[in-house]
């Protein structure tokens, strides 16, 4: 055990101390109510890292504050950024929480708050790994930039300003100071407990509303059924239509540009021993379908999807209103593999839908957002330091999984900095990120940040 | 000219201002605030009856008075039954009125007001034709029952009760007060302005929920998309399947019951001059689809449809939300044509539904009402003697047309005193019956009253 072990072990006290110091500001962003706590979080980071030395500027943004602080340059190593973020979600209901959300209370070996980890405990793990390490070793092996946001959970809107040039870091252009040479983000799961993961892809997506108008108003159905095209009846055809009774998307050349799964990566996800009954049961139903010939973990990483996010249309009231509606609408997304583009799968989607179009029927496609798929290549040399240093942290090799959702800031860093990231997570499945009684596990808190130290030595060694 | 059709001429200001003094009372049915002019309505109506010699009984029901009114029995003449309704809809939105909705306005030989179509004006004509003929030519040549509702436009709920022979009518079982040879209906429209008609066919219905139950909470449909069924995907599939693409209702034996239009029907339709042009200009389309095959008037009054009447699932704001919805829900309902059966419909749907239902998905199918169609017989005498009185009352013979809603009266009249409805509707398509600035001829109601005093002459020399 070196030195730094010790340290950190002796630390963890203070470790926990730290972390429900910030778990207990209540820095929620999507109410303004708590505007009070995002500055006060905002304040505890920048007085966290000037106290390690680091460079700190508190950025304001036309929202939420980002903090920014990093380390003196280390000529030949690489430099490393760590994004993470300060707000959380709100709390509500606040009643079926056992103890409060801004009282850190732990309960088998499991600290509960609003927070805790998502993202605040798995973020701090890489600030108190550096704090350690300035403390104990000296000066840090390898550049770190830290990059933490206060409005994660509620649209990013300051983070895209910083990414899209408008403000600046250090009085330098944001796209300078950010310049670094791979980005790491622990706001993610392990694969299970006792299981660390490196989640090396994410779906990308293409998401859509359409609106369908066809009479002028609401009309008796009786009266004008069965002669007049009813909207709710060709939105039910044109959805219909988006997904095959195989579960394959049937808009042309919808899979043209999907990468396949490779045979390792089918084999390495056949051995995780994915456990399909206790996932049924976890989300309540007694069987599952998707596209045929995948598995369900294949369908949920790493096949592309077609899921209807929302409906309406005509009377949604109790009891029976003979009404044939004037309107119908729905929304629905796409989830997208490499190396599929939105663009090219709006436009095919368009092309497909009005071709369907009865006449008596206006149609509105609305584009309502899109990102590409992002996946970091197994054989990086960031991504074997990450293994092995996970591996030190946590006792036990990760494995490499990938994730149904998007996570837009990885897409930024892809196009904008030309850099990977590292997803690195520290939580578990059922930590209740936006519930209440979310949870993160002091163990696997001390362990990330054992796994963080261990990193920036693995990196640091590879300029060796 | 007879005595009676001159004293019905000379009687025209006098049956205005009846009119008039009924359209003043505020009786809407559905707004408890309007209760006073419920009581108002039906007071009038007796002691209009009264006023006339008639036998009266004011019914008071669970909710609205109904009020019965008899002239005395004719040996070997028939018994007609007529029904009406004094309440009427809302007024709301008042601002839309170009005359306030309970002053009778007259505007180019209409009169707007709530009501004057839909059912007081109609009513009036046969409650004026009788006033009349008592006053002028002596006791009535056939019985007359009047049978005037209060809530026709809230559920008949205190009509569902005597019907259901809850309540008595003049001290006798309400089936035995009833005891009719045919009904009369004024409440629906001519085929066109100058052109009257007798509606000789409603079509039945048969209306559902369906609700569709997946994963026990709302999902992250990035995390779990592809890998779980959808219930608003499930649906759009399932109400989909229930239409072909040839407009024809794909559940397995739904036509095996339906009697097929006739030729001479068809032949009949097609001579009306249905102007498709203006009925789509009517309701803002371009165009129109249904079942293949048949022309759109074909399919409006004499083929079952099926229209989605509501939908609803998961994300229905502003902006995305990727979730994957735990829920979703629609209703629908089917038209039905003679012979089909609501029950076998039901039992065939739910079969049909059942079998494509994919794991992970529970359906909750409800049957919220039904009710079969009626067609009168062409051939009836009642409606021969219905045709030679509307053409005496307007100068032209009627056409005969159909209708796609219900009248569950009717329904409850075939099933229950077991005689056919004459349904001799005075207004126009554009009365704006639930709308601002209700209206009504004044000179279809004067042709109205005149056509009812020859049904009753007409009737009457039937028993010679």
Redesign the interface.
């Known amino acids: 055990m070196s030195d730094l072990e010790r340290e950190l072990d002796s630390r963890r006290d203070a470790h926990r101390e730290a972390l429900f110091d910030l778990l207990r500001i209540p820095s929620v962003s999507a109410d303004s109510a708590y505007r009070a706590g995002i500055d006060r979080a905002a304040d505890w980071l920048v007085d966290r890292f000037r106290g390690m030395g680091l460079t700190v500027d508190r950025i304001a943004t036309s929202t939420h504050p980002i903090v920014y602080a990093e380390s003196a340059p280390v000529a030949g190593a690489p430099t490393v950024l760590i994004y993470g973020h300060y707000d959380v979600q709100p709390p509500d209901p606040l009643d079926l929480w056992q103890s409060p959300p801004f009282e850190p209370t732990v309960r088998d070996g499991k600290v509960y708050a609003r927070g805790s980890t998502d993202d605040k405990g798995q973020l701090l793990t890489h600030v108190l790994s550096a704090e350690t390490w300035l403390a104990t070793e000296g000066p840090l092996p390898i550049q770190l930039k830290f990059l933490i946001e206060g409005e994660e959970e509620c649209g990013s809107e300051g983070l895209g300003e910083l990414l899209d040039g408008k403000l600046s870091i250090l009085g330098k252009p944001a796209m300078e100071g950010l310049k670094c040479d791979v980005a790491v983000i622990s706001d993610t799961c392990q694969f299970a407990p006792g299981q660390p993961a490196i989640t090396y892809g994410l779906?990308g997506?293409a998401?859509f509303?359409v609106d369908l108008v066809?009479?002028?108003?609401d009309?008796?159905?009786?009266?004008?059924?069965?002669?007049?095209?009813?909207p709710?009846?060709t939105?039910?055809?044109l959805?219909?239509?988006l997904?095959g009774e195989d579960?394959r998307i049937r808009i042309p050349g919808f899979y043209d540009d999907v990468r396949p799964l490779t045979d390792d990566e089918r084999r390495a996800y056949a051995s995780l021993g994915f456990d399909e009954n206790a996932?049924?049961a976890g989300?309540?139903?007694?069987?599952?379908?998707?596209?045929v010939g995948y598995t369900?973990?294949e369908?949920?990483w790493a096949?592309?999807?077609?899921?209807?996010?929302?409906?309406?249309?005509?009377?949604?009231g109790e009891?029976?209103?003979?009404?044939?509606?004037s309107k119908?609408g729905?929304?629905f997304?796409f989830?997208l593999v490499p190396d599929q583009d939105p663009p090219k799968i709006a436009a095919a989607l368009r092309q497909y839908l009005e071709a369907q179009l009865?006449?008596?029927?206006r149609m509105k496609l609305t584009e309502?957002?899109h990102a590409p798929a992002v996946i970091v290549p197994l054989d990086s040399p960031y991504v074997a330091a990450a293994a092995d240093a996970i591996e030190q942290g946590f006792g036990r090799r990760p494995v490499f999984i990938r994730?149904?959702?998007?996570i837009p800031v990885v897409t930024s860093f892809a196009r904008k900095l030309g850099v990977d990231t590292l997803l690195l997570g520290w939580g578990q499945n059922d930590d209740a990120a936006h519930s209440p009684n979310e949870k993160f596990a002091l163990e696997d808190f001390y362990r990330g940040i054992r796994a963080s130290a261990a990193l920036w030595r693995r990196l640091a060694a590879d300029r060796a």
Chains 1, 2 share one sequence.
């Open positions: 779906k997506i998401y509303q066809g009479p002028s108003i009309l008796h159905s009786g009266s004008f059924g069965g002669a007049v095209t009813n709710a009846n939105l039910a055809r959805l219909a239509s997904v579960g996932f049924r989300i309540g139903v007694d069987g599952v379908t998707g596209e369900t973990l369908r949920k096949r592309p999807t077609c899921d209807i996010n929302g409906l309406w249309s005509g009377y949604q009891g029976a209103k003979t009404v044939l509606p119908a729905a929304k997304s989830r009865p006449p008596g029927i309502m957002h994730e149904g959702g998007s």
